[in-house]
């Protein structure tokens, strides 16, 4: 299922599991962030790379997925993560897209349901919310398992359409075939159980900046925090984690932060031994969104590559409840767990 990950409901999230990278906490490490300048450089080969190689592929897109250096998922690393989206999210001067900017981001709204023979009438009922932009000039499209692997095969190599097979929960799909669809294509993903709420969508699509959402979960209240609490200033919390939702997600083509976190999704995904069931937030949601922002400095002064959408609750909100949270459909309930094995386990509970 499209659900997105980063509003955890408070009854359903592990009191000690970091929403960025699945990773247990002890306890909140305070570390300053990173200097710009440690990132910065890395940023910029980034961007080296995409000037190269700027015009759309008419065959296949190829991205080569680097050699990477071993991760840490230590405390102090997503703690580290934390601190430099705090500062990114509370900085009091923003940048805004305007029109006049260049504009690249097509008018295309894309969502996903893994079995649209299947879609609840609920979700479809969400669904509806955007579909209707349609009447205003937007281009709304929703993929299935089937269409998305199509699409990756077309797109990509194998090693990208190896790796959406094995995403072994709907969500997990869902996360893959965003990174996938808006590193070709460009667009809105949102997913599918988000209700469009807004009387005007336009000033999304302005500008190129990569446009997010910011996320904070505190540990010892094993809830979400407000953003009208932690978008102020200097707020923090011992226990407060900082990220991005993967949801919504707002790109030109060939977006570096984009394309970082597909290559990593990527990598974990086909270096997994058979079998494994990798985390599903660390390995293609949030936490590797998050992680991908961080590798890449986009917070870097004079680098305006992402903007924060502050304002997202006035725009969509995630419609609760719905049927299918009650059961396996909800990756909260089978992160880790063989979907189908899964399945058959609720079904033979009830």
Request: charged share 25%; proline share 5%.
């Amino acid at each position: 299922m499209p659900e997105g990950h980063g509003a955890t409901r408070p009854s359903q999230c592990s009191r000690t599991a970091s929403p960025t990278t699945g990773a247990v906490l002890e306890r909140r490490c305070q570390v300053a962030a990173p200097a710009a300048t440690a990132t910065k450089s890395l940023f910029s080969k980034t961007n080296d790379m995409d000037k190269a190689g700027n015009a759309r592929h008419s065959a296949r897109t190829k991205i080569t997925v680097a050699a990477m250096e071993s991760e840490s998922d230590s405390p102090v690393h997503h703690q580290q993560r934390s601190a430099f989206i705090r500062n990114l999210v509370q900085r009091s001067s923003v940048p805004q897209a305007t029109r006049s900017d260049a504009r690249c981001v097509p008018s295309s709204i894309v969502q996903f349901w893994d079995d649209l023979a299947k879609l609840p009438e609920d979700v479809r009922e969400c669904i509806a919310t955007w579909s209707r932009w349609k009447t205003s000039g937007f281009v709304h499209r929703v993929f299935d398992t089937e269409s998305a692997a199509q699409f990756i095969g077309r797109s990509f190599g194998p090693d990208h359409a190896r790796a959406f097979t094995r995403c072994y929960h709907p969500a997990m799909q869902a996360d893959y075939f965003r990174l996938c669809y808006l590193f070709v294509e460009g667009g809105m993903y949102v997913d599918a159980d988000d209700v469009c709420m807004a009387r005007d969508i336009s000033s999304l699509f302005d500008g190129s900046s990569l446009k997010v959402q910011p996320l904070c979960y505190d540990i010892e209240s094993d809830s979400m925090v407000s953003p009208r609490d932690f978008l102020q200033a200097g707020a923090n919390d011992d226990g407060w984690i900082f990220y991005f939702n993967n949801n919504p997600l707002v790109a030109c083509p060939r977006d570096p932060i984009i394309r970082r976190a597909l290559e990593r999704a990527t990598q974990l995904l086909n270096d997994a031994a058979d079998g494994e069931l990798p985390e599903i937030q660390s390995t293609t949601g949030p936490g590797n969104l998050s992680r991908a922002v961080f590798e890449l400095g986009a917070a870097s002064e004079g680098n305006d590559q992402i903007q924060v959408l502050k304002g997202w609750d006035s725009i969509a909100v995630s419609r609760w409840p719905l049927s299918y949270r009650r059961d396996t459909r909800n990756w909260r309930l089978s992160n880790g767990k063989s979907f189908h094995a899964a399945c058959r386990s609720f079904n033979e509970s009830i």
